[in-house]
Protein backbone atom coordinates (compact mmCIF):
# COMPACT_ATOMS: atom_id res chain seq x y z
CA UNK A 1 0.00 0.00 0.00
CA UNK A 2 1.28 3.27 -0.35
CA UNK A 3 1.53 6.25 2.00
CA UNK A 4 -1.01 8.52 0.32
CA UNK A 5 -3.49 10.12 2.45
CA UNK A 6 -6.71 8.79 2.55
CA UNK A 7 -9.85 10.53 1.34
CA UNK A 8 -13.32 10.16 1.28
CA UNK A 9 -15.65 9.63 -1.58
CA UNK A 10 -19.55 10.31 -1.24
CA UNK A 11 -21.98 8.82 -4.27
CA UNK A 12 -24.97 10.91 -5.18
CA UNK A 13 -27.85 10.00 -6.95
CA UNK A 14 -29.81 13.09 -8.01
CA UNK A 15 -32.11 11.08 -10.88
CA UNK A 16 -33.00 8.23 -12.79
CA UNK A 17 -35.32 6.68 -15.19
CA UNK A 18 -36.47 3.09 -16.05
CA UNK A 19 -35.94 2.03 -20.03
CA UNK A 20 -35.95 -1.56 -22.05
CA UNK A 21 -32.71 -3.34 -21.40
CA UNK A 22 -32.59 -3.57 -25.00
CA UNK A 23 -31.37 0.14 -24.76
CA UNK A 24 -28.01 -0.41 -22.37
CA UNK A 25 -26.55 -3.61 -23.87
CA UNK A 26 -25.65 -4.01 -27.06
CA UNK A 27 -25.07 -7.83 -26.81
CA UNK A 28 -28.35 -8.60 -25.74
CA UNK A 29 -27.83 -9.07 -21.94
CA UNK A 30 -31.04 -10.15 -21.61
CA UNK A 31 -33.37 -11.75 -23.72
CA UNK A 32 -36.92 -10.64 -22.07
CA UNK A 33 -35.93 -7.40 -22.71
CA UNK A 34 -37.64 -5.89 -19.05
CA UNK A 35 -37.44 -2.33 -17.77
CA UNK A 36 -33.97 -1.88 -16.45
CA UNK A 37 -33.45 0.93 -13.94
CA UNK A 38 -30.66 3.53 -14.68
CA UNK A 39 -29.30 5.95 -11.58
CA UNK A 40 -27.38 9.39 -11.99
CA UNK A 41 -24.92 10.28 -10.00
CA UNK A 42 -22.36 13.02 -9.06
CA UNK A 43 -19.37 11.93 -6.77
CA UNK A 44 -17.55 14.28 -3.88
CA UNK A 45 -13.95 13.71 -3.06
CA UNK A 46 -13.08 15.19 0.60
CA UNK A 47 -9.64 15.36 0.91
CA UNK A 48 -7.13 16.85 3.28
CA UNK A 49 -6.66 20.53 1.03
CA UNK A 50 -10.25 20.07 -0.47
CA UNK A 51 -13.28 19.02 -2.56
CA UNK A 52 -13.30 17.62 -5.82
CA UNK A 53 -16.61 17.47 -7.64
CA UNK A 54 -16.56 14.45 -10.11
CA UNK A 55 -19.00 15.33 -12.81
CA UNK A 56 -21.89 18.27 -12.22
CA UNK A 57 -25.06 16.35 -13.70
CA UNK A 58 -27.84 17.59 -14.86
CA UNK A 59 -30.46 20.11 -14.59
CA UNK A 60 -34.55 20.48 -14.95
CA UNK A 61 -34.57 21.16 -18.26
CA UNK A 62 -32.20 18.51 -19.66
CA UNK A 63 -34.49 16.54 -17.66
CA UNK A 64 -37.81 17.59 -19.17
CA UNK A 65 -36.19 17.23 -22.84
CA UNK A 66 -35.57 13.68 -22.60
CA UNK A 67 -37.90 11.85 -19.95
CA UNK A 68 -35.31 11.59 -17.09
CA UNK A 69 -36.99 11.63 -13.21
CA UNK A 70 -35.12 14.72 -11.58
CA UNK A 71 -34.72 13.88 -7.90
CA UNK A 72 -32.86 17.10 -6.71
CA UNK A 73 -30.96 19.75 -8.49
CA UNK A 74 -27.07 18.63 -8.25
CA UNK A 75 -26.41 21.89 -6.54
CA UNK A 76 -29.57 20.75 -3.78
CA UNK A 77 -27.96 17.95 -3.58
CA UNK A 78 -24.41 19.32 -2.80
CA UNK A 79 -26.23 22.10 -0.22
CA UNK A 80 -27.77 19.08 1.88
CA UNK A 81 -23.99 18.28 2.14
CA UNK A 82 -22.97 21.47 3.60
CA UNK A 83 -20.97 22.46 0.10
CA UNK A 84 -22.11 25.07 -2.05
CA UNK A 85 -21.41 25.81 -5.45
CA UNK A 86 -18.83 28.58 -4.80
CA UNK A 87 -17.00 25.78 -2.62
CA UNK A 88 -15.64 23.82 -5.20
CA UNK A 89 -12.13 24.67 -6.42
CA UNK A 90 -11.97 21.39 -8.83
CA UNK A 91 -14.40 19.40 -11.09
CA UNK A 92 -13.40 16.68 -12.58
CA UNK A 93 -15.73 15.80 -15.90
CA UNK A 94 -15.29 12.02 -16.60
CA UNK A 95 -16.10 13.10 -20.09
CA UNK A 96 -18.91 15.76 -21.62
CA UNK A 97 -22.57 13.91 -22.21
CA UNK A 98 -25.17 15.62 -21.24
CA UNK A 99 -26.03 13.65 -17.69
CA UNK A 100 -21.83 14.31 -16.70
CA UNK A 101 -21.23 18.11 -17.52
CA UNK A 102 -24.26 19.61 -17.25
CA UNK A 103 -24.09 22.84 -14.60
CA UNK A 104 -20.54 23.33 -15.53
CA UNK A 105 -21.33 27.07 -15.71
CA UNK A 106 -22.67 27.08 -12.40
CA UNK A 107 -19.30 25.90 -10.73
CA UNK A 108 -18.16 29.79 -11.23
CA UNK A 109 -14.90 28.89 -8.98
CA UNK A 110 -13.71 25.31 -10.33
CA UNK A 111 -10.91 24.80 -12.30
CA UNK A 112 -12.21 21.93 -14.65
CA UNK A 113 -10.22 18.85 -15.80
CA UNK A 114 -11.24 17.05 -18.83
CA UNK A 115 -9.36 15.35 -21.21
CA UNK A 116 -7.59 17.07 -23.89
CA UNK A 117 -9.60 14.16 -26.11
CA UNK A 118 -12.55 14.57 -24.96
CA UNK A 119 -12.83 18.47 -25.38
CA UNK A 120 -11.79 18.18 -29.43
CA UNK A 121 -14.61 15.32 -30.11
CA UNK A 122 -17.06 17.44 -28.07
CA UNK A 123 -16.66 20.66 -30.03
CA UNK A 124 -15.36 18.78 -33.11
CA UNK A 125 -16.39 17.91 -36.14
CA UNK A 126 -17.66 14.54 -35.42
CA UNK A 127 -20.56 16.29 -33.76
CA UNK A 128 -22.35 16.79 -36.86
CA UNK A 129 -23.51 13.44 -36.76
CA UNK A 130 -26.52 12.84 -35.19
CA UNK A 131 -25.37 9.40 -33.76
CA UNK A 132 -21.88 11.21 -32.51
CA UNK A 133 -23.61 13.96 -30.36
CA UNK A 134 -27.18 12.26 -29.51
CA UNK A 135 -25.52 12.16 -25.65
CA UNK A 136 -24.21 15.37 -25.60
CA UNK A 137 -25.88 18.67 -25.34
CA UNK A 138 -24.84 21.78 -26.77
CA UNK A 139 -25.66 24.22 -24.39
CA UNK A 140 -23.43 21.81 -21.71
CA UNK A 141 -20.55 22.23 -24.81
CA UNK A 142 -21.48 25.93 -24.95
CA UNK A 143 -20.68 25.98 -21.10
CA UNK A 144 -17.56 24.44 -20.84
CA UNK A 145 -16.21 26.43 -24.01
CA UNK A 146 -16.81 29.50 -21.87
CA UNK A 147 -15.24 28.28 -19.09
CA UNK A 148 -12.36 27.00 -21.66
CA UNK A 149 -12.69 31.41 -22.40
CA UNK A 150 -12.42 31.99 -18.53
CA UNK A 151 -9.47 30.21 -18.45
CA UNK A 152 -10.64 27.62 -16.05
CA UNK A 153 -10.11 24.32 -18.15
CA UNK A 154 -6.86 22.45 -16.92
CA UNK A 155 -6.91 20.18 -20.09
CA UNK A 156 -4.95 16.67 -19.18
CA UNK A 157 -3.60 14.21 -21.43
CA UNK A 158 -3.68 10.69 -20.52
CA UNK A 159 -3.00 9.54 -16.80
CA UNK A 160 -2.61 12.30 -14.33
CA UNK A 161 -1.97 12.99 -10.48
CA UNK A 162 -4.81 15.84 -9.20
CA UNK A 163 -3.69 16.31 -5.39
CA UNK A 164 -2.20 13.43 -3.61
CA UNK A 165 -4.13 9.54 -3.69
CA UNK A 166 -6.21 11.05 -6.03
CA UNK A 167 -5.89 10.60 -9.91
CA UNK A 168 -6.99 10.83 -13.72
CA UNK A 169 -6.60 8.17 -16.04
CA UNK A 170 -7.71 7.82 -19.70
CA UNK A 171 -10.21 5.08 -21.04
CA UNK A 172 -11.78 6.27 -23.75
CA UNK A 173 -14.63 4.28 -25.87
CA UNK A 174 -17.99 5.62 -24.58
CA UNK A 175 -16.88 9.15 -25.64
CA UNK A 176 -12.74 9.91 -27.19
CA UNK A 177 -11.67 11.12 -23.73
CA UNK A 178 -13.26 9.16 -21.22
CA UNK A 179 -11.22 9.12 -17.74
CA UNK A 180 -11.75 7.23 -14.75
CA UNK A 181 -10.62 8.82 -11.22
CA UNK A 182 -8.85 6.81 -8.41
CA UNK A 183 -9.13 7.62 -4.86
CA UNK A 184 -7.04 6.17 -2.29
CA UNK A 185 -9.48 5.21 0.41
CA UNK A 186 -9.16 3.54 3.93
CA UNK A 187 -10.69 0.69 2.48
CA UNK A 188 -8.36 0.84 -0.49
CA UNK A 189 -7.87 2.19 -3.83
CA UNK A 190 -11.28 2.77 -5.27
CA UNK A 191 -12.33 3.51 -8.81
CA UNK A 192 -15.32 5.95 -10.00
CA UNK A 193 -15.56 3.97 -13.15
CA UNK A 194 -18.46 6.63 -14.69
CA UNK A 195 -19.48 5.14 -18.20
CA UNK A 196 -16.56 3.13 -18.54
CA UNK A 197 -18.95 0.35 -17.00
CA UNK A 198 -22.82 2.19 -16.49
CA UNK A 199 -23.69 -1.15 -14.54
CA UNK A 200 -22.03 -4.19 -12.88
CA UNK A 201 -22.86 -6.51 -16.00
CA UNK A 202 -21.20 -4.32 -18.17
CA UNK A 203 -17.51 -5.12 -17.42
CA UNK A 204 -18.83 -8.86 -15.73
CA UNK A 205 -20.16 -9.67 -18.92
CA UNK A 206 -17.98 -7.55 -21.59
CA UNK A 207 -21.64 -6.22 -22.82
CA UNK A 208 -21.14 -2.45 -23.81
CA UNK A 209 -23.44 0.06 -23.26
CA UNK A 210 -24.46 1.26 -26.48
CA UNK A 211 -23.24 4.14 -26.81
CA UNK A 212 -19.88 4.23 -28.33
CA UNK A 213 -17.28 6.28 -30.17
CA UNK A 214 -14.46 2.97 -30.05
CA UNK A 215 -14.97 -0.52 -29.34
CA UNK A 216 -11.96 -1.74 -28.91
CA UNK A 217 -10.66 1.43 -26.60
CA UNK A 218 -14.22 0.47 -24.93
CA UNK A 219 -13.77 -2.89 -23.85
CA UNK A 220 -9.78 -2.90 -22.92
CA UNK A 221 -11.10 -0.35 -20.37
CA UNK A 222 -12.81 -2.88 -18.56
CA UNK A 223 -9.51 -4.63 -17.83
CA UNK A 224 -7.69 -0.60 -16.72
CA UNK A 225 -10.45 -0.42 -14.15
CA UNK A 226 -9.40 -3.45 -12.30
CA UNK A 227 -5.51 -2.96 -12.89
CA UNK A 228 -6.32 0.59 -10.51
CA UNK A 229 -8.35 -0.78 -8.31
CA UNK A 230 -6.96 -2.38 -5.13
CA UNK A 231 -9.80 -4.84 -5.17
CA UNK A 232 -12.72 -5.74 -7.40
CA UNK A 233 -15.54 -4.40 -4.92
CA UNK A 234 -13.86 -0.83 -5.29
CA UNK A 235 -14.62 -0.61 -8.89
CA UNK A 236 -17.95 2.15 -8.94
CA UNK A 237 -19.83 1.75 -11.77
CA UNK A 238 -21.33 4.90 -12.75
CA UNK A 239 -25.06 4.16 -13.37
CA UNK A 240 -26.36 1.00 -11.30
CA UNK A 241 -28.97 1.61 -8.72
CA UNK A 242 -27.28 -1.58 -6.61
CA UNK A 243 -24.60 0.85 -5.37
CA UNK A 244 -27.45 2.34 -3.46
CA UNK A 245 -27.51 -0.87 -1.51
CA UNK A 246 -23.87 -2.86 -1.61
CA UNK A 247 -22.53 0.60 -0.42
CA UNK A 248 -23.37 1.99 3.53
CA UNK A 249 -25.62 5.25 3.07
CA UNK A 250 -25.25 8.37 4.84
CA UNK A 251 -26.94 8.38 8.16
CA UNK A 252 -30.54 10.23 6.81
CA UNK A 253 -29.86 10.40 3.51
CA UNK A 254 -30.36 7.16 1.22
CA UNK A 255 -29.10 8.65 -1.67
CA UNK A 256 -25.75 9.51 -0.69
CA UNK A 257 -23.39 6.79 -0.28
CA UNK A 258 -20.19 6.62 1.52
CA UNK A 259 -17.92 4.54 -0.83
CA UNK A 260 -14.84 5.04 1.10
CA UNK A 261 -15.94 2.46 3.65
CA UNK A 262 -16.29 -0.16 1.14
CA UNK A 263 -19.45 -2.08 0.45
CA UNK A 264 -21.16 -3.71 3.26
CA UNK A 265 -21.02 -6.84 1.06
CA UNK A 266 -19.44 -8.51 -1.83
CA UNK A 267 -20.41 -6.83 -5.06
CA UNK A 268 -21.21 -8.54 -8.34
CA UNK A 269 -17.50 -7.63 -9.61
CA UNK A 270 -16.29 -9.85 -6.45
CA UNK A 271 -15.19 -12.80 -8.42
CA UNK A 272 -13.80 -10.69 -11.25
CA UNK A 273 -10.57 -11.88 -12.41
CA UNK A 274 -8.05 -9.34 -11.72
CA UNK A 275 -5.58 -8.23 -14.26
CA UNK A 276 -1.84 -9.61 -14.08
CA UNK A 277 -1.21 -6.08 -14.81
CA UNK A 278 -1.47 -3.92 -11.84
CA UNK A 279 -1.07 -0.15 -11.93
CA UNK A 280 1.48 0.58 -9.07
ZN1 LIG B 1 -23.60 8.54 -18.18
Known sequence: MT????????????????????????MGHDP????????YFLWLIRHENGLVLVDTGFGERAAAERGRTLLRDPLDALASLGVQAEDIETVVL???HYDHAGSVGRFPNATVIVQERELAYAAGPAMRHPACRKAFDVEDVT?????????RIYPVSGDRHLFPGISVHLVGGHSKGLQV??????AGRLVIASDATHFYETAMEGDPFPVLCEMPAYLEGFDRLFELADDPN???PGHD???????????GDPNVLEL?????????FAGRRMPVVREP
Open 32 to 39: HDGPHPIS
Open 234 to 236: LVV
Open 143 to 151: DVVRTLYDG
Open 181 to 186: VRVETD
Open 260 to 268: HKGPLVPTP
Open 241 to 251: ERVLSLFPALP
Open 94 to 96: THM
Open 3 to 26: QAPHSEVLAIKYAETVSPDREHFL
